[in-house]
C-alpha cells in the first residue's frame, strides 16, 4: 500500500512572496513518480510539476519548484512570487512506475493567495 | 480546456433514481478513470479502463457501474445512490505506453447531491 499525507490542510501568502506546500508520502516501490496537482474553483484539476523519483535533481516549472528528499520521502512543492490566480486546491500525488491505474492522492492543502 | 469533457457539470437525484456520468476525452488517449472526491478526503479511484484492463476499486458499491463503449467515452451508471455518495466525480484519461502511464488529463467533474 501507498500513502500521501499533506499536513497543511490551509496555507495563506500574501501576493508576490514565496510558499512551501509540504507532502510526505511512503511507498514500498523502488520507482515511482510524484506529482502535484491544482484544482481551482473550476474544479479541474491541473498538473502543475512531476518528478521522477530516480532522478536526483528536483523539478522546475517556471515559479514552481519542488524539493525532493527520497531518503526523508518528502515532496514539497514552492511557488514563488505567488499571483492572485495560483490559489486553489493543491493535491500531492504518488504512482508507482509502470502502474497505469495506481495513483495514490493526498487530502489536500488549500492555499489562498492575499492581495 | 484540457480535452477531457464531462456532462452533466450538477446533478441533483434522489436515492431511488437512475442516471448516468459521461465522460468524452478528444486527446487520443487509451485509458480513462473515473475519481470520487469527497470533501476533506483524498481522491479515491473508482475503476479504470485501459488497452488491456478494466479496474475496480473493490471498496466502490455495486451501485456504481462503469461502462467504456470505446476508448473516448466513460460512463457511471448511478442507481439506489446514498445520500453519503454526494461527492465530485473526476473524470480522466491518458495515454499508457508499455504499462507507464503518462500524466492525466481531468474533466471539469460532475457534482452531485443525493437527496
Known amino acids: 500500500a501507498q500513502t500521501v499525507t499533506q499536513s497543511q490542510p490551509e496555507m495563506s501568502v500574501q501576493e508576490a512572496e514565496t510558499v512551501t506546500l509540504s507532502c510526505t508520502y511512503d511507498t514500498s516501490e523502488s520507482d515511482y513518480y510524484l506529482f502535484w496537482y491544482k484544482q481551482p474553483p473550476s474544479r479541474q484539476m491541473i498538473l502543475v510539476i512531476r518528478?521522477?523519483?530516480?532522478?536526483?535533481q528536483n523539478a522546475t516549472e517556471n515559479r514552481f519548484s519542488v524539493n525532493f528528499q527520497k531518503a526523508a520521502k518528502s515532496f514539497s512543492l514552492k511557488i514563488s512570487d505567488s499571483q492572485l490566480g495560483d490559489a486553489a486546491m493543491y493535491f500531492c500525488a504518488l504512482a508507482p512506475s509502470g502502474s497505469a491505474r495506481q495513483l495514490t492522492f493526498g487530502s489536500g492543502t488549500q492555499l489562498t493567495v492575499l492581495p | 480546456e484540457t480535452g477531457v469533457t464531462q456532462t452533466p457539470r450538477h446533478l441533483v437525484m434522489g436515492m431511488t433514481n437512475k442516471k448516468s456520468l459521461k465522460c468524452e476525452q478528444h486527446?487520443?488517449?487509451?485509458?480513462m478513470y473515473w475519481y470520487k472526491q469527497s470533501a476533506k478526503k483524498p481522491l479515491e479511484l473508482m475503476f479504470v479502463y485501459s488497452l488491456e484492463e478494466r479496474v475496480e476499486n473493490n471498496s466502490v458499491p455495486s451501485r456504481f457501474s462503469p461502462e467504456c463503449p470505446n476508448s473516448s467515452h466513460l460512463f457511471l451508471h448511478l442507481h439506489t445512490l446514498q445520500p453519503e455518495d454526494s461527492a465530485l466525480y473526476l473524470c480522466?484519461?491518458?495515454?499508457?505506453?508499455?504499462?507507464?502511464?503518462?500524466?492525466?488529463?481531468f474533466g471539469s467533474g460532475t457534482q452531485l447531491s443525493v437527496l
Open positions: 486527446l487520443g488517449h487509451n485509458a
Open positions: 518528478q521522477e523519483a530516480y532522478k536526483q
Open positions: 480522466a484519461s491518458s495515454q499508457v505506453l508499455q504499462g507507464v502511464r503518462e500524466k492525466l488529463f
